[in-house]
């Protein structure tokens, strides 16, 4: 199954995103998503955008791999754009037509809910204002995400994840085995879309596409025995056993 994952996929390369070291970039993406949350505004979105293209360009992120996490966001982004715009100029012409007396709350949120007016075109200038600061920051960590995924091997990132729980062991922990339990969720995700997709043309050939039951119930199956046979490998090679 040729299913990409939507957590991306490695790309050998040598620039100075691979040369660090895991762990890392694991830090740096922590106190990026930080620097994100805790700023404010349209030129801190801005240049939070700018940071994460020029990561994912630098990790090797081009053409089509970076217009597959566009248009895998856009499913998102265009819907939450507009929602947050519309529901953000709707605010704004609200608070700034009540008295002083009055309370937000006590005005028409949408134009259709009673007596309240189309927000003008500052309330809408502030509305998309602040759907660009949402939908940008939330696009500036997923950029920056693909570009740890894009410059990092799964085997190096689950390294980092064994030697970070390594200390736990004095309490019983086995880091190795979570190294393993995130490696298999890691690829079993592709596989698990691959039989979705593979039930769905099914489905389609025999005309079935819009029974729910077509589609969910072979695909849980196959799924639980995806899981079933994975799980005899690991007996076979003596994984899991005590």
Do not use: C, N
């Not at 998309?128 to 696009?139: H, I, K, M, N, S």
């Not at 593979?198 to 969910?216: I, N, S, W, Y």
């Amino acid at each position: 199954m040729s299913t990409p994952s939507p957590l991306g996929t490695y790309r050998p390369g040598r620039g100075p995103l691979h040369r660090l070291r895991p762990g890392a970039k694991l830090l740096g993406l922590f106190g990026f998503a930080i620097a994100v949350v805790w700023s404010s505004g349209v030129p801190a979105t801005a240049i939070s955008l700018g940071i994460a293209v020029a990561l994912a360009v630098a990790a090797g992120l081009r053409g089509r791999d970076l217009w597959r996490v566009v248009r895998g966001f856009a499913l998102i982004a265009i819907p939450l754009l507009l929602f947050t715009a519309a529901s953000a100029a709707f605010a704004a012409d609200a608070a700034g037509t009540a008295d002083a007396a009055g309370s937000v709350a006590s005005q028409p949120v949408f134009p259709w809910s009673g007596a309240g007016s189309w927000p003008d075109a500052e309330a809408w200038a502030r509305g998309w204002a602040r759907g660009f600061e949402v939908v940008g920051d939330l696009f500036s960590l997923v950029l920056a995400a693909s570009a740890v995924t894009a410059s990092t091997a799964v085997e190096d990132m689950l390294g980092t994840i064994a030697w970070t729980l390594g200390p736990l062991r004095r309490f019983g922990a086995e880091p190795e085995r979570a190294a393993l339990a995130f490696s298999l969720v890691i690829r079993a995700i592709p596989s698990i879309l691959g039989i979705a997709r593979e039930t769905q043309e099914a489905a389609r050939a025999r005309g079935l596409e819009r029974d729910p039951r077509a589609r969910v119930v072979p695909l849980v199956l196959r799924t639980v025995a995806h899981a079933q046979l994975t799980g005899e490998a690991l007996a076979a090679r003596g994984i899991g056993e005590e």
